[in-house]
């Protein structure tokens, strides 16, 4: 069936350093987004990616989707103690509701 | 405005018992989702609902779990009887659907321990 590989699971980095997870779908996605959920929390809507080849920033955090709409980045640039948290990517599929989360990359920043 | 509602918080019970979760969505959304989180399995979608009806239950891990949406502002999840291994934070999220731009509302979730 439909799934969406996100990698890595972990990654833990020092404080100022840059962070990278990544989504990668078989199938091409009519769109993607990104949560992030802190710990002990639940996940919150960061971002909505839908074109082709598309790049969307807040802040630090810079979010691309592939031009082939079957992968998607999400980089963090001199990461802080306040990124802390998993990010969840969700792909969408041709049906509008079918929508399926990655298993997450949990993020450790050390001050 | 208020998110999405979920009750209890932490709920604890023993195997055999009957657990029901209850969720609130935000007021206009015509979506409601059900997921469960767990270490292994990552988030997993159990249910969805349109306008009160089940659409998809393809999630629903067993006949044990049964999901409910009387009215657009009430759901339950239900699982009788509980098994130890149905422990997790059980997630409810809504949403207003606009076909491609629907954002998942979550609520903050039950934690669920069967012991």
């Known amino acids: 069936g439909q799934q969406v590989m996100q990698i890595p699971q972990y990654q833990h980095v020092q404080e100022g350093e840059d962070f990278t997870t990544y989504c990668n779908s078989s199938t091409t996605l009519s769109n993607i987004q990104w949560y992030k959920q802190r710990p002990g929390g639940h996940p919150v809507f960061l971002i909505q990616?839908?074109?082709?080849?598309e790049v969307k920033k807040q802040k630090r955090l810079t979010f691309q989707f592939g031009e082939a709409k079957k992968n998607s980045s999400l980089h963090i640039t001199a990461t802080q103690t306040t990124d802390v948290g998993t990010y969840f990517c969700a792909g969408r599929y041709r049906s509008p509701n079918d929508m399926r989360f990655g298993a997450g990359t949990r993020l450790t920043v050390k001050p | 405005d208020a998110g999405v509602i979920q009750s209890p918080r932490h709920e604890v019970t023993e195997m055999g018992q009957e657990v029901t979760l209850r969720c609130k969505p935000i007021s206009g959304h015509d979506y409601l989702f059900w997921y469960r989180q767990t270490m292994m399995r990552g988030l997993e979608l159990l249910i969805y609902f349109n306008n009160n009806v089940p659409i998809d239950d393809s999630g629903m891990p067993e006949d044990r779990f049964s999901a409910k949406m009387p009215n657009a502002s009430f759901s339950t999840l239900k699982i009788q009887p509980s098994e130890p291994r149905d422990s997790a934070v059980y997630f409810c999220?809504?949403?207003f659907g606009r076909g491609l731009t629907d954002t998942q509302y979550f609520g903050p979730g039950t934690r669920l321990t069967v012991l």
């Open positions: 990616l839908v074109k082709s080849g």
């Open positions: 999220a809504s949403s």
